[in-house]
T-cell receptor
Framework: ETGVTQSPTHLIKTRGQQVTLRCSSQ?????VSWYQQALGQGPQFIFQ???????GRGNFPPRFSGLQFPNYSSELNVNALELDDSALYLC?????????????FGPGTRLTVT | KQEVTQIPAALSVPEGENLVLNCSFT??????LQWFRQDPGKGLTSLLL?????REQTSGRLNASLDKSSGRSTLYIAASQPGDSATYLC??????????FGTGTRLQVFP
């Protein structure tokens, strides 16, 4: 059983560009959540997907968008990058939306916006 | 609005000490509480998950307690080792979706 994987590991982009980050859920998990972690802070919830539908969103602007695919892998897209988008982006998967299930986190993607 | 606070922000101790990390939250209507470990620049490793109906969970040298009514959780680390050096994050889960994290306690255990 493989864990949660994310790609790429590191990414450097210029302000105004667009970026796509990818996440593969742990086997059998149908729920994926994305978090942004700025340096020295705790992760902040961006949004969650359950069976390919967005199910909850944090306080992030619409230029943060996502997708979940039939195999439950997921993408996070950020348009019009700003300097403050520089952070570690984490995805987490869990077995189901409801129930006493842990969220399992991937290693993260470090995004630097210059 | 749920807020999660962790005290202390940083801790430096000699090897062998028993440690207590504190986490407090403002709204007791939580689904569960999870403690994580994060090594520098890395993802999160789940340490312990306590359901809202539980009082504590143990794994090896780690013990986490939960007092929902007072909005507090503690993580107890017995006989600390240099390999325990990391940032420890607590997070509360609301209903079916997001985790709300504290800012973490940065722990350094020196030989």
């Amino acid at each position: 059983e493989t864990g949660v994987t994310q790609s790429p590991t590191h990414l450097i982009k210029t302000r105004g560009q667009q970026v796509t980050l990818r996440c593969s859920s742990q086997s059998g998990h149908n729920t994926v959540s994305w978090y942004q972690q700025a340096l020295g802070q705790g992760p902040q919830f961006i949004f969650q997907y359950y069976r390919e539908e967005e199910n909850g969103r944090g306080n992030f602007p619409p230029r943060f968008s996502g997708l979940q695919f039939p195999n439950y892998s997921s993408e996070l897209n950020v348009n019009a990058l700003e300097l403050d988008d520089s952070a570690l982006y984490l995805c987490a998967s869990s077995l189901a939306l409801i129930g006493p299930y842990e969220q399992y986190f991937g290693p993260g993607t470090r995004l630097t916006v210059t | 609005k749920q807020e999660v606070t962790q005290i202390p922000a940083a801790l430096s101790v000699p090897e062998g000490e028993n440690l207590v990390l504190n986490c407090s939250f403002t709204d007791s209507a939580i689904y569960n509480l999870q403690w994580f470990r994060q090594d520098p620049g890395k993802g999160l490793t789940s340490l312990l998950l306590i359901q809202s109906s539980q009082r504590e969970q143990t794994s090896g040298r780690l013990n986490a307690s939960l007092d929902k009514s007072s909005g507090r959780s503690t993580l107890y680390i017995a006989a600390s080792q240099p390999g325990d050096s990391a940032t420890y994050l607590c997070a509360v889960r609301l209903d079916t979706d997001k985790l709300i994290f504290g800012t973490g306690t940065r722990l350094q255990v020196f030989p």
